[in-house]
């Protein structure tokens, strides 16, 4: 019904910078929250960042001043600008979105596949 589609993950050296992108597809008829969470080995999945539909952005406190969060609401697109890229940052990156969709009267969370994020040298 609804699907979200991850793309630009990849391997970049420390110091390096990646673009993430999520388009929605589907029945939909409002997107409110969208946001990015990544999970590293052996780790628990962690928020990284959201961008309400009126494009407030939050971040995580390990990225901030580093990533940027934004979205284009026509294309129901979100994307995760990501510099200074560290070690730390090598994770499984999800999409994650709060969608409407046609014929509901209330929204629900939709998740990504997930595209791998490696920081190394």
């Known amino acids: 019904q609804v699907q979200l589609v991850e793309s630009g993950g990849g391997l970049v050296q420390p110091g390096g910078s990646l673009r993430l992108s999520c388009s929605a597809s589907g029945r939909i008829s409002s997107i409110n929250v969208m946001g990015w969470a990544r999970q590293a080995s052996g780790k628990q999945r962690e928020l990284v960042a959201f961008?309400?539909?009126?494009?407030?952005?939050n971040y995580a406190d390990s990225v901030k001043g580093r990533f940027t969060i934004s979205r284009d609401n026509a294309k129901n697109t979100v994307y995760l600008q990501m510099n200074s890229l560290k070690p730390e940052d090598t994770a499984v990156y999800y999409c994650?979105?709060?969608?409407?969709?046609?014929?509901?009267?209330?929204?629900?969370?939709?998740w990504g596949q997930g595209t791998q994020v490696t920081v190394s040298s």
């Open positions: 994650n979105a709060e969608v409407r969709p046609i014929g509901y009267l209330y929204p629900s969370d939709y």
């Open positions: 961008i309400t539909s009126g494009d407030s952005a």
